[in-house]
């Protein structure tokens, strides 16, 4: 089992950028493909980002290619999220979620653990 903390978010204004870290306890978080979802108010989570076990591999959401990435530092049990070029509709609670399969998914069913989320704010 995996326990994941959100942090990072906050407020920021259009064009700006956040880093959003999840931080794992377990030593075995090397083991588990990480994903990144966000749910805005009256709207479904959907993806955002995902990273496989070693973190060679990445997959993101179109709304977000080219702007964010996701990355992982097993040694210290984190992932992290860069936004760049955030738009007022990226405005949302952000989570990571762990799954234990070794491939990234799209798929919220896919992952077994999820954090509490963090809020990011875009302001226009």
């Known amino acids: 089992q995996v326990q994941l903390v959100e942090s990072g978010g906050g407020l920021v204004q259009a064009g700006g950028s956040l880093r959003l870290s999840c931080a794992a306890s377990?030593?075995?978080?090397?083991?588990?493909?990480i994903g990144w979802f966000r749910q805005a108010p009256g709207k479904e989570r959907e993806f955002a980002a995902t990273?496989?076990?070693?973190?060679?591999?990445?997959a993101y959401a179109d709304s977000v290619k080219g702007r964010f990435t996701i990355s992982r530092d097993n040694a210290k049990n984190t992932v992290y999220l860069q936004m760049n070029s955030l738009k007022p509709e990226d405005t949302a609670a952000y989570y990571c979620?762990?799954?234990?399969?070794?491939?990234?998914?799209?798929?919220?069913?896919?992952?077994?653990?999820w954090g509490q989320g963090t809020q990011v704010a875009v302001s226009s």
């Open positions: 990273i496989t076990r070693s973190g060679a591999n990445t």
């Open positions: 377990g030593r075995t978080f090397s083991t588990y493909a």
């Open positions: 979620a762990a799954s234990e399969r070794s491939y990234g998914s799209p798929s919220s069913a896919s992952y077994d653990y």
